[in-house]
């Protein structure tokens, strides 16, 4: 038979540590540190995709449409160049905040590893696109020959 802990006896006063709120110190250090990373990576994909955005702006019209004969284009104009080139900054901008919250250094080893992973990743894929979009926009807008 296994006694029941009711809460009287030796421990009555204290709590267990849960383990999803209490973190070591060596995890609140290392979790700064991924978030700061990705920060970093951050912002170094957020000014490429401007200087992109910028570079195109520069040198095509401003009414120029991004190419788009997909299923769900009913005027056969495209996507205008302004909302194409502004996708892929404004992710970075909302994932890049969601790192800032008060607590968001609050992460275990498997939270870090996946953050030093997927950010990455999820920065040079929104690099690439971005790049992707310009150049379409680009040979759209007579820039580059298609």
Not at 6 to 22: F, I, L, N, S, V
Not at 34 to 45: G, L, N, R, T
Not at 83 to 105: E, N, Q, S, Y
């Amino acid at each position: 038979m296994v006694a029941k802990n009711d809460g009287a006896g030796a421990g009555a006063g204290k709590q267990d540590p849960d383990p999803d709120t209490e973190f070591t110190e060596q995890d609140l250090l290392l979790g700064r540190k991924a978030s700061k990373f990705v920060d970093i990576i951050c912002i170094i994909s957020f000014v490429i995709c401007i200087l992109v955005a910028i570079f195109v702006f520069m040198n095509v019209p401003l009414d120029t449409r991004m190419p788009y004969d997909g299923k769900y284009n009913r005027s056969g104009t495209g996507v205008p160049m302004p909302i194409a080139l502004i996708v892929f900054p404004i992710f970075i901008v909302i994932f890049w905040r969601t790192g800032k919250k008060p607590d968001a250094h609050h992460m275990r080893k498997g939270l870090r590893i996946g953050l030093y992973i997927l950010g990455p990743a999820l920065m040079a894929v929104s690099v690439y696109f971005q790049f992707v979009f310009a150049e379409g926009i680009l040979v759209e807008g007579g820039y580059l020959a298609g």
